[in-house]
């Protein structure tokens, strides 16, 4: 399988002394099991502009997953790299399944009080719009209703991260917090959920022991469709009874996640990798010209991993222009508007972020029947299943 290039970068996040062993960033344990190894790939936020060469530099940063035996959390084993991502587009789909929680957890009865505050993402979006509409003011003390939807997942030193938004919610508050499920990311061997930056991967029984040692409990929970499995919790302080639905998720989480189906990924990461560069070079040796719409930090490491250039895929289009004039981190494969990918007049187009399809499909039905959705299965990507049809 081709890497990327190695060597190296300063600016350390977190790293163990020589000689120190590593130590959980939920509860400071120190028998962390490796699950998950990518070598060493580019940064996943960091876009060149196109046409700059690829420095060797640019690509020698480690990407590793470690799983703590104390209290289950899987996570970044370390991270040299410095955050520089330019802010995307909040996709329709996200902005979507955030007007549903809300909704779901109004009728709940959940979405009390008259204060809201919120922990964004760095990846942007927000739900406060949603709730100053249903009268909450906003603020950035102690509030009735806390947000954190994908954002706790970015803290380095996770245990601080939980007693932070602890502290956050009022005496008689409720802390919203969604998560990406590991037992999704196992189950659809997403291993590219991997990435520098993103510390915490989660299941709901671990949460609720980072939530427990912050002094909160697990109320009530709702699962999502968004990126193949997302989980919304409600935590409130003091201990209270989980109601079915914690019940329910909780164990399917805890019985789909043990030690041996994490290290399943690895398994993934080498066949996705390698069925992508398979297919893309069948896909050229027939004559046809594939672009991928969806400059998004899971296709960094796939690209990087898989050894691509834009003799393989000509472009990437991307809703931001914030990375158009860019380039792909760790190759040569430029990012364009998407106006310029309908201009292309591409024989397939790869999908990076099957949540979008709803979205581009409607935005650009000149490309519908071309679109291909990327996936961890691995499937030749020339055989793929399109939509609206075949492939031209």
């Known amino acids: 399988m081709t890497r990327c290039a190695a060597s190296s970068r300063d600016a350390a996040v977190r790293s163990s002394r020589p000689g120190e062993a590593a130590r959980c960033r939920g509860c400071a344990g120190t028998d962390l099991a490796p699950v998950l190894d990518l070598g060493t790939v580019a940064a996943a936020d960091d876009f060149p502009p196109a046409g700059t060469p690829v420095d060797p530099a640019e690509t020698a940063h480690p990407l590793a997953m470690l799983r703590c035996a104390e209290c289950g959390l899987a996570q970044l084993a370390r991270d040299d790299t410095v955050t520089r991502e330019p802010r995307g587009v909040e996709p329709r789909a996200l902005r979507d399944q955030a007007a549903d929680a809300v909704a779901r957890v109004a009728d709940s009865g959940l979405l009390r009080g008259s204060t809201a505050r919120e922990f964004g993402s760095p990846h942007g979006g927000s739900w406060l719009p949603l709730l100053t509409g249903r009268g ?149 040796a027939a004559g046809r010209t594939v672009f991928a719409y969806g400059a998004a930090s899971r296709a960094v490491g796939l690209f ?80 793929r299943t399109t939509l609206h049809g075949h492939s031209r």
């Open 304 to 383: 990087c991993r898989a050894g691509l250039h834009r003799g393989l895929l000509a472009g990437v289009a991307d809703a931001s222009p914030a990375k158009w004039g860019r380039r792909m981190p760790g190759t040569d494969i430029p990012i364009i508007a998407p106006g310029e990918l309908v201009a292309a007049d591409p024989d397939r187009v790869l999908l990076t972020v099957p949540d979008l399809l709803a979205e581009v499909t409607e935005q650009y039905p000149e490309l519908n029947g071309r679109w291909i959705l990327d996936g961890a299965e691995p499937h030749d990507i020339a055989n």
């Open 136 to 284: 909450f003011e906003i603020t950035e003390s102690r509030a009735d209703l806390v947000i954190d939807c994908f954002g706790i997942m970015h803290e380095p030193d996770q245990r601080a991260a939980f007693a932070r938004r602890a502290a956050a919610v009022g005496p008689d508050g409720v802390l919203l917090l969604q998560y990406h499920s590991l037992r999704a990311i196992v189950r659809l061997g997403q291993w590219n959920a991997l990435r520098h930056g993103h510390f915490g991967y989660y299941t709901l029984p671990v949460l609720s022991g980072l939530l427990g040692a912050a002094g909160m409990s697990v109320a009530h929970a709702w699962e999502f469709d968004l990126y193949g499995g997302t989980v919304l919790l409600a935590a409130v302080h003091g201990a209270a009874a989980p109601g079915e639905s914690v019940r329910r998720i909780a164990a399917a989480e805890a019985a789909a996640t043990d030690l041996d189906a994490v290290r399943g990924l690895q398994r993934a990461a080498d066949a996705h990798a390698l069925a992508l560069r398979t297919g893309l070079e069948r896909e050229l």
